[in-house]
Structures are given as C-alpha cells and as structure tokens.
C-alpha cells in the first residue's frame, strides 16, 4: 500500500526566511504533485514531478524529486505572507489514483 | 488550461434528503473523474473513480449504495449523497485527468473542481 508522509504539519514562517516542507513516499511511483490549498477553496497546481533529479521552480517555490530515496522536497525562497496556505504532496499509485500527503499548513507571520 | 467545475458550490440539506452534485470537464473529455471528500483540518481521501460507460469504483469502505455515482457523458459525472446524514457534512470535491503544457511538451496532471461545501443539518 503506498503511504505519502508529509512533514511537517504545520509550519510557522517569519517573512523572508527560508523554508522547507518534506514529502516521503513508500513505493515506486510515477509521477509526485504539489498542489497549494487556500482556506474553503480546492486545489491549485503547483509542481509535477516526474522524474528522477527533477527541480522545478515558480516564483519562491522549488519543488526537486530523488525518486531513489522516495524523497521530495517544497523549499519557500524569502517567505512573504501570500505564501500562507496548506501545501499537499501526492503520489501516483500503481493504478494511477492521487494519494495524498496530510498536508502542511503553513502561516506566515511578519 | 483545462477546468472542470462542480455544481452547486455550498448545499445545506436536511437529515435524510439526498443531494446531487455534479463535476464537469469544461474544454476536454474525461473518461475517468474521481470524487474526494475532505474533513475540516484534513487531507483529501479518494472515494471512487468515476467512469464513463461503466461502473464506478469504490474504495475501501465507502458504501456505494450511499454515495450513488454515475458517468453520464464524457464531460459529466454526478455523484449522489443519498440518505444524507451530519457526518456526511464534508468539502466533495472532484478531479479530472488531463494534459497540461504546450503541444510539444506536455504532461499528464489532475484537475481539480472547486468543491462542494455540503453542510447537513
């Protein structure tokens, strides 16, 4: 069963400091997605991840994939408070279904 | 790029009653939907894949019988909270399969609706 671990949970950020949000995952996988959830909203499409060594940028957000360690990372640049949200990763298991990371709320505080 | 909507955005319905929401792909055909439901403070939770021309399929411990879903076309899906209680009061959203980048360069994403707020009292 493929299991996505995010970490942290939450994650408190002073604005212009830089930040880094963990996604494990258990099993082979595909593809890995980032996607950005603001309160009462669906998802935003940040990062699609598809092979090993991948980085992709936008803005102050870098996603990067280590597929041999089942590793990605989502690294915040000089947070500013837009940047407050709940950020999920998730996975693509072998039937092509989303499973997703618990997610990691972040607020960014002056 | 692509978007799928989901109708009606917020339902408030009363105990017993049964609800219909509908997902659809608005610029492409999708053959396959999936539905989600999110618990305040949590993650999403895939409840089924949606499937045009069969059968859904359910995840574990889902009651097909209660949350009835049916592929109409290859831009609608409809799922259906029958017999809705409270602890059926979630955030159902819906996502769709499709190709995001150029025609050159493209690659294989979820779209994801808006949601439905379904609130039962």
């Known amino acids: 069963e493929l299991k996505v671990e995010q970490n942290p949970l939450f994650l408190s950020m002073q604005e212009g400091k830089n930040y880094t949000i963990y996604c494990n995952y258990s099993t082979t996988s595909d593809r890995l997605y980032w996607y950005r959830q603001d309160p009462g909203k669906s998802l935003e499409s940040l990062f699609v991840?598809?092979?090993?060594?991948a980085v992709k940028q936008e803005g102050r957000l870098m996603a990067s994939l280590d597929t041999k360690a089942r590793l990605s990372t989502l690294h915040i640049t000089a947070a500013v408070h837009d940047l407050s949200a709940t950020y999920f990763c998730?996975?693509?298991?072998?039937?092509?279904?989303?499973?997703f990371g618990a997610g990691t709320q972040v607020v960014v505080t002056p | 790029g692509a978007v799928v909507s989901q109708h009606p955005s917020r339902v408030i319905c009363k105990s017993g009653t049964s609800v219909k929401i509908e997902c659809r792909s608005l610029d492409f055909q999708a053959t396959t939907m999936f539905w989600y439901r999110q618990f305040p403070k949590q993650s999403l939770m895939l409840m089924a894949t949606?499937?045009?021309?069969?059968?859904?399929?359910?995840e574990q411990g889902v009651e097909k019988d209660k949350f009835l879903i049916n592929h109409a076309s290859l831009t609608l899906s409809t799922l259906t909270v029958t017999s809705a209680h409270p602890e059926d009061s979630s955030f159902y959203i819906c996502?769709?399969?499709?190709?995001?980048?150029?025609?050159?360069?493209?690659?294989?994403?979820?779209?994801f609706g808006p949601g439905t707020r379904l609130t039962v009292l």
């Open positions: 998730a996975v693509t298991d072998s039937w092509g279904k989303l499973q």
């Open positions: 996502s769709a399969p499709g190709l995001a980048g150029t025609l050159h360069s493209s690659t294989d994403t979820q779209y």
């Open positions: 991840l598809l092979s090993n060594g």
């Open positions: 949606s499937n045009e021309g069969s059968k859904a399929t359910y």
